[in-house]
Structure formats: C-alpha cells, structure tokens
C-alpha cells in the first residue's frame, strides 16, 4: 500500500478492516468494469466489499505515478466500501478528508 494510505485507510474503515489494493491495466479494468458495472469503458477505480470487514480496491495503472489523483481514488473508494453512494454527502466526506490528508 502507498505511503500514508493505511493511516487514511484505518481512519475511514478501521484498523481491523482487511483491504487489498491493486493497480491493473486499462484493459483489464475495462473488462472487469464491464463484467461487474455492465460499463464497456475502463474505470479509474473499482471497490469491492468481499463482507462487511475485508474489501479490495483496483486502480487503474495509469493514474499510478498521479499521486493526488490516486490518493483521491483511494479515498473515493474506501468510501464506497463504507457504504457511501455518489451525492453530496458522499463529495462533503470526500473533501474533508482530503483536506486533512492531502
């Protein structure tokens, strides 16, 4: 995992929550975006809950070396494996912990 990324990671799901974290190239991702999302594009992230305390996250590859935009996918998702959908509650969560760690 990426420096600082466990500390946001326990911050927003806890310490006890296992995560995995994975970048994949674009085709790849597009494949696994399409057979899960029904989405035929290659998506900058992915997140999934395996149960209610253990999920992975899959990053596209080419944000890799983007470092804010991948510490912003990063929380994007952890938020989505917490429980969050897209909407203004979800962008207020995202902003205050992006000011905080970023």
């Known amino acids: 995992m990426r420096r600082g990324w466990l500390k946001i990671k326990n911050e927003i799901l806890g310490g006890k929550y296992d995560l995995s974290v994975a970048f ?3 085709l790849t ?3 696994l975006n399409r ?3 029904k989405k035929s594009y290659p998506a900058d992230v ?3 809950p395996l149960s ?3 999920g992975e996250i899959l990053i596209n590859k080419k944000y ?3 470092k804010n935009y991948a510490d912003f996918l990063f929380i994007h998702s952890l938020l989505h494996l ?3 959908k897209h909407g203004a509650k979800m962008e207020l969560e995202e902003r205050k912990i992006i ?3 970023i």
Do not use: M, P
């Open 24 to 26: 994949l190239n674009s």
């Open 29 to 31: 991702i597009k494949e």
């Open 35 to 37: 057979r899960y999302r």
């Open 46 to 48: 992915l997140s999934f």
């Open 52 to 54: 209610d305390s253990e």
């Open 64 to 66: 890799r070396n983007n």
């Open 82 to 84: 917490k429980g969050y």
């Open 99 to 101: 000011k905080k760690v």
